[in-house]
């Protein structure tokens, strides 16, 4: 391809992808695959890492962010960015409807044309397009003046860096506003990572999407997952428009991307019709909003209408009931979760809550307890956002009276008394059989790469547990077939099948069986090394922190974590238990010949001895691996119980067959 025609084809991608990303983003209709997508995206990068020169600030490629800024600068808005009056039952919003009859000199019982909008919890920014491209991007700041943050507008996937041209001719010049917003279920993770750096949470999406337009460096808000409503125009050459609805439509034709839930309403009751609707989705929608936007639809008639101080009288924020209110914490505990993590939780005075009696809040960890200095006895601020577990925003700390106490995350498991261990803001609970895990442990430790117990999955562990009927996870070794029959949906022949799994995981090796244990960072890799290292259950339990890490793989961490765990009284109770009960912890077989080493096997057919898993460590264990497919570098295949075509193809290659009992003594 010469120059002129690799430029082309850059265009024509840019355009495509553009068009795509308007149809996934805005329209929410996509008409290609996400794989269809990567590969022009992917080609697109191709050429334009091959010709630089062609890279344009404009690109789909050129989201990522740029290098950070010492500060903002600041972006005078050609008009201003009003405000809303607010609304907060309906009769005042009946009577916001009745001025606006009086002000035009219209009888009570006309109906004015209203566009109803969900008015969400962001914050404002307005996005100005010359000739089609985004040229700057400002937060709406006191409304005369606000930052430019164009850089970290531009990493926002749903502000187009060109508009779309594809319906609508574009306007010399628009100045679009909008408000940035981030999804809870996105906030709610944000958090999370920021828990696991040990960083400050934010306090609620509205702060962490404003926290996350706020930065000086644009490749950290290129990592946030913001997004955009536009709801508005500031000023605009080259497009004239009647209506409020036909701006909105208009928009969208642009490639901007508006909320699909604005309507329409003739007359104030369907507004508030529209109020009670949107109120009734408030929890199940996945952004946060605090009211509903009334505006008048016509466009003349808003001119008419004008402004009163910063607010147009056009147009009226219907409040909902706020979701924050104060209360005061009765008591601090810890509250231990099915993975074992103490998370402390601020039982509270019951207070109504959007419309929800709350109780409860969670704090977090320690850190935010110290961070917010929060003390059994002190008023809070509490919040809840979307279906989020409440949350304390702040301590009200005028109402302090000094009686209050701080608060410690304790050092003994609250359900089970074992030790807690530590590590970075989290604080775990090591016991074993600590009920608050049992279900979890009892899960990982039936699983099939651990102890492998078929049919005791989690529908039956619950009936178990729930009934008393295992306390701890050696009680497993005891039940008896009268007891699984006994229980809901188990027939006779799946209670014996049960107790059969259960009796033949008792041999399995020790390296499944110490991965099984749910020692924490001892998953089934550490589990074998450690296995092989020690060579037995009790060697391993009276191991050192230093004998650990003497072993090229284990760090400290799993080191601490390993001694822990058997430094455990009632863990090592437990293995005795399991020691009683027929489980033998045998040490994996080394390896014993060097006949079979690097030898091929494949496996066909059901076997009767061992599961997939297990003949596939056993042939490792002699130095041999295991493929998937048959071929001329296979040197045997084992055929179980109806062989399937690997077989045939063996035969038809030379490569010898052998059955499982051949195998066996092989081994
Ligand atoms: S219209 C003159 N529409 O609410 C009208 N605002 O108090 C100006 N907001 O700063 C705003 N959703 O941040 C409008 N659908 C919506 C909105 C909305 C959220 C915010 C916006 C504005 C504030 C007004």
Known sequence: MDKKAI????????EQINYHNYLYYVLDSPEISDAEYDKLMQELVKLE???????????????????????????????????LSNTETEEETLEFDRRIKRFLHLPESESIEYVTEPKLDGLAVEVVYEGGRLRVGSTR?????????????????????????KHEPTPEKLEVRGEVFIRVRDFRELNQQREENGEPFFANPRNAAAGSLRQLDSKITAKRPLDIFFYGIGEVMGHRFETHWEILNTLRGWGLKTNPLNKVCHGIHEAIDFYKEIGGMRDSLDYEIDGVVIKVNRLDLQERLGTVARSPRWAVAYKFEPRQATTKILKIEAQVGRTGILTPVAIMEPVR???????????????????????????????????????VVKVITSKRTGKEIPYRLPDKCPVCGSNVLKEDVYYRCIGMNCPAQLKERIRHFASRRAMDIEGLGEKLTEQLVDKG???????IYYLTKEQIAGLERMADKS????????????????????????????????????????????????????????????????????????????????????????????????????????????????????????AKDRVESVGGHVASSVSKNTDFVIAGEEPGSKASKARELGVTILTEDEFLKML
């Open 469 to 475: 009927l295992v306390k701890n996870i050696s009680d």
């Open 49 to 83: 890492n091959t010709y630089p020169d062609l890279i344009a600030p404009d690109s789909p490629t050129q989201r990522i962010g740029a290098p950070p800024l010492e500060e903002f600068q600041s972006v005078t808005h050609t008009l201003p960015m009003l405000s």
């Open 141 to 165: 700041g006191d409304g005369f003046t606000g930052e430019d943050v164009t850089l970290n507008l531009r990493t926002i996937r749903t502000i187009p860096l060109n508009l779309l041209k």
């Open 495 to 614: 209670a014996r099948n049960i107790i059969d799994a259960v009796e033949g995981s008792k041999g399995r090796e020790l390296p499944r069986v110490i991965y099984a244990l749910g020692i924490r960072h001892v998953g089934e890799q550490i589990g074998k090394i450690l296995a092989q290292q020690f060579g037995s259950i009790e060697r391993l339990m009276s191991a050192m922190e230093e004998d650990l890490q003497a072993i090229d793989t284990i760090g400290p961490e799993i080191a601490r974590s390993v001694v822990q765990f058997f430094n455990q009284k009632n863990n090592i109770k437990e293995i005795e238990r399991l020691r009683e009960a027929g489980v033998a912890f045998p040490p994996l077989s080394k390896i014993q010949s060097e006949k079979l080493k690097g030898k091929v096997f494949v496996f066909t057919g059901a076997l009767k001895f061992f599961s997939r898993d297990e």
């Open 7 to 14: 430029e082309r084809r850059i265009n024509e991608l840019r």
């Open 353 to 391: 809550i959007g419309g929800v009696t709350v109780s409860r809040s969670t704090l977090h960890n320690q850190d935010e307890i110290d961070r917010k200095d929060v003390r059994a006895g002190d008023w809070v601020l509490v919040q809840r956002a979307g279906d989020v577990i409440p949350e």
